[in-house]
């Protein structure tokens, strides 16, 4: 029996007793480790755990074309998950299933213009000109000559053939024209004239040929481009009200700095060639083919049948700007006498003012206008 002894004196011999015991246990869990631990060691090195990247990327929000996709796709699923219950969910399946088609086509369709936007080249269409009739077609008529050279490097022009066509692109007058002078270059890489031709029993004499044009010409509104150098080599002259030149005309010219150029002039010529392809989609005076002036005269009154309205409102205008000019500082007697543009030009000339420089404000014409 175990006498009485003090309280404190029983809690540390448990106290001991227990830490006795937990020791013991130590010992013999290390025993047993040892006895079955094999004899060579082989250190495994720890598996490193890595961790997966949080992803802080926002998601990116849905486009209007995807959200319309999604809830089409979401009718589709309530319409299939509620056939059993409707009569009418086949219907509603093949609507909705038609309508994915076809966003899923005009998506497709759009996609293919922008790709080729980028590589499809530019077309240029000619617009119709407004209609016009019987008698106003019969006022108008085109012109262009081809020249050959003479004297000392062939610099100075003579006529060599010349063309007209009436509104519609008929010919209506095509000739070949005889030189008097020593031909010293034909010019016939853009020309198109050899010696054959205008010794040929075809060729006309000069006399002939500008009194056909000068029949021809008479009362008719003229188109061509550089009309001032076909005037040269003809000899003739025409009123300026019934010229309209697509060498002149201001919209088909290009706008240069005055400082630029010795007549100080704010806009030059543009090639025939040049105008004809971008306005109107038209090839002409291809490289390394002469010139055809029948083709010339064409492309010289499509581009005027493109832009008749805005030009003739221009040539009103003009019109009524040279009246005003005219008729100023005459009596009104005078007025009286003067009946048609003519009369006018007269009145110009005998003032010291030129057609078309003074009286319509068309300045800054150079002296050759280039084909």
Known sequence: MCQPQPLTSCLTIKANASLRRSRQW???SENLNTN?????????????????????????RPTKKEQKQQQLESDCCDSSSTASTSPSSDESISSNSKQLKKSNSTQRRKRSNKSNKKTRPKIVNIISAPAVSAEEKANYIALDCEMVGIGPGGHQSRLARVSL????????????????EKVTDYRTFVSGITEEDLLSDEAVTFDEAQSAVTILLQDKILVGHGLKNDFHVLGLTHPWYAIRDTAKYEPFMKAVDPSSNPTGATHIPKKLKVLAKDKLGMLIQEEGKPHSPEEDAMAALELYKKHRGKWEKAMSWKVERTKTIALSGLGHHSMLHIATLDEMDAICNSRGSSKLDRCVGHGGESALVED
């Open 36 to 60: 079955n631990a094999p004899t060579t060691k082989t250190t495994v090195p720890p598996a490193k755990t890595t961790t997966p990247k949080k992803n802080t990327r926002r998601k990116r």
């Open 26 to 28: 130590k010992d013999q």
């Open 165 to 180: 066509v009436n509104w519609d692109g008929e010919t209506v007058y095509d000739a070949l024209v005889q030189v008097v």
